[in-house]
């Protein structure tokens, strides 16, 4: 019998404490993509000063770090990232998943800054985010040689992005189908 109510206590006591676990890794989590973000906006504004302005005016932006690689005709990447509601500062996690098909070879770190000028724009991002398109790409980045950073370019109207490249090596002709969702583990 005194078997049976050790045990019971000890199951207690694991259900009471796996809760508070879970929610210390979602906290975790949720910290460590707002750091990853805030680095890529520090890189960004130290590359581009003139971003920060555009960036803090807009309707909201979303910072995005992922890692892709393709081997000859396909390949994917993955990332995570969060938007942010300029207006009402409400935080939206969000995830990313890419295929791709085109010849070539890559491994590559990006990280990506959404900015939506309308509110429309930022909802419908937060909401179906899916971005479809083609891509061209020769960059290569060793240590601190080399690089490649590109302005932003308008994806639709009143959306632009800034596409940063860590470090990688990239010669690739790709079509991408991108994925942007909310991650509902973090929200």
Do not use: C, H
């Amino acid at each position: 019998m005194r078997l049976f109510y050790r045990m019971a206590l000890l199951s207690l006591a694991i259900m009471a404490s796996t809760p508070a676990a879970l929610y210390a890794d979602v906290d975790s989590d949720r910290a460590e993509v707002r750091q990853k973000a805030n680095d890529t906006l520090a890189a960004l504004y130290g590359m581009k000063p003139d971003a920060k302005s555009v960036v803090e005016g807009a309707a909201g932006y979303a910072v995005f770090a992922n890692f892709g690689m393709k081997i000859l005709i396909a390949g994917g990447g993955t990332g995570k990232g969060i938007a942010i509601d300029n207006k009402t500062k409400t935080e939206t996690f969000m995830k990313m998943v890419e295929a791709q098909a085109g010849l070539g070879f890559s491994i590559k770190s990006t990280n990506l800054v959404w900015v939506f000028q309308t509110q429309e724009s930022y909802d419908a991002f937060i909401n179906s985010g899916w971005e479809f398109g083609g891509q061209a790409t020769a960059a290569a980045k060793a240590g601190d040689e080399g690089g490649s950073v590109q302005g932003a370019v308008s994806v639709s109207p009143g959306v632009w992005l800034y596409q940063m490249t860590k470090n990688g090596l990239a010669l690739d002709l790709t079509v991408k189908g991108t994925k942007y969702y909310k991650d509902s583990d973090l929200n």
